[in-house]
Antibody, heavy 117, light 106 residues
């Protein structure tokens, strides 16, 4: 059974950097895209970006200048970094398997990230 | 970006009733649409992919239809376990986008 387990800091200072990671078990990186979604009352569900096993990434243009996705194939882990955070980045962040690049069939439990001083 | 508009934002129905949610895309997305269910405090769960294909284990009372810009999601006989918020999501183009959700209550 494919599972994704996520972790990272739940509180980030304004102008700081948000970092989250996700470990994949039960599946290979190959053939799938691995994605991050965030959810806030203001914006609802928002796709942040995706990365495949080759490290090819696609980003939401609204966040592209501040977001980096990366992966460690040896550990089957992938990570999200968001720089220069503001209160607008406060949200629950989910790591997700994006099957065939189309549908999100495996979700992490979510990490609530608050941007506050 | 492709805007996804769901209606209604919320609905209340009795157990056993049929409920229908609509999702409208701001441009033609062909059949590139998925539906998710999210219960409070949980991550969304994929129910239906590509308009009408039920994920394994999803009860047959859930169904979807549509193409182009207009889509529907139906629960044929509402059960207490179906209390949740439902979202549509398009994958015709980047960025992937979601509807605003429909909260279903009994």
């Amino acid at each position: 059974q494919v599972q994704v387990q996520q972790w990272g800091a739940g509180l980030v200072r304004p102008s700081g950097t948000l970092s989250l990671s996700c470990a994949v078990t039960g599946a290979s990186f190959t053939g799938n895209y691995w994605s991050w979604i965030r959810q806030s009352p203001e914006k609802g569900l928002e796709w942040i970006g995706e990365i495949n096993h080759r490290g090819t990434a696609n980003y939401n243009p609204s966040l592209k200048s501040r977001v980096t996705l990366s992966l460690d194939t040896s550990k089957t882990q992938f990570s999200l970094t968001v720089t220069s955070v503001t209160a607008a980045d406060t949200a629950v962040y989910f790591c997700v398997r994006l099957r065939s690049g189309n549908f999100m069939d495996v979700w992490g439990k979510g990490t609530r990230v608050t941007v506050s001083s | 970006d492709i805007q996804m508009t769901q209606s209604p934002p919320s609905l209340s129905a009795s157990a056993g009733e049929s409920v229908t949610i609509t999702c409208r895309a701001s441009q033609d997305i062909f059949r590139y649409l998925n539906w998710y269910q999210q219960k409070p405090g949980e991550a969304p769960k994929l129910l239906i992919r590509e308009v009408s294909d039920l994920e394994a284990g999803v009860p047959s009372r859930f169904s979807g239809s549509g193409s182009g810009t207009d889509f529907t999601f139906t629960i044929s006989s509402l059960q207490p376990d179906d209390i949740a918020t439902y979202y549509c999501q398009q994958f015709e183009n980047f960025p992937l986008t979601f509807g605003g959700g429909t909260k279903v209550e009994i």
